[in-house]
């Protein structure tokens, strides 16, 4: 996801985008020592997402102190 999209989200909904993206790189981790895939790039932008996602969230938790 761009960040320009995340930035149109409200903060419960990056959290829950935020355990979504846990999970799949959970799962995709998992897979990934189990032999089951070699999508190294999926596994990249995820945690790429994850951090984008968390930005925002420290972002909006300091706009919302000011």
Same mark, same amino acid.
């Given at each position: 996801?761009?960040?320009? =999209?995340?930035? +149109?989200?409200?903060? @419960? =909904?990056? !959290? %829950?985008?935020? !355990? !979504?993206? #846990? @999970?799949?790189?959970?799962?995709?981790?998992?897979?990934l020592? %189990? %032999?089951? $895939?070699?999508?190294?790039? !999926?596994? #990249? +932008?995820?945690?790429?997402?994850? @951090?984008?996602?968390? $930005?925002?969230?420290?972002?909006?938790m300091? @706009?919302?102190?000011?």
């Amino acid at each position: 996801m761009k960040a320009a =999209e995340l930035r +149109q989200k409200n903060i @419960a =909904e990056l !959290e %829950g985008l935020l !355990e !979504e993206k #846990r @999970a799949r790189i959970a799962r995709l981790r998992f897979d990934l020592e %189990g %032999g089951k $895939t070699k999508n190294l790039k !999926e596994y #990249r +932008q995820i945690k790429l997402d994850i @951090a984008r996602i968390k $930005t925002l969230l420290s972002e909006g938790m300091s @706009a919302d102190k000011n």
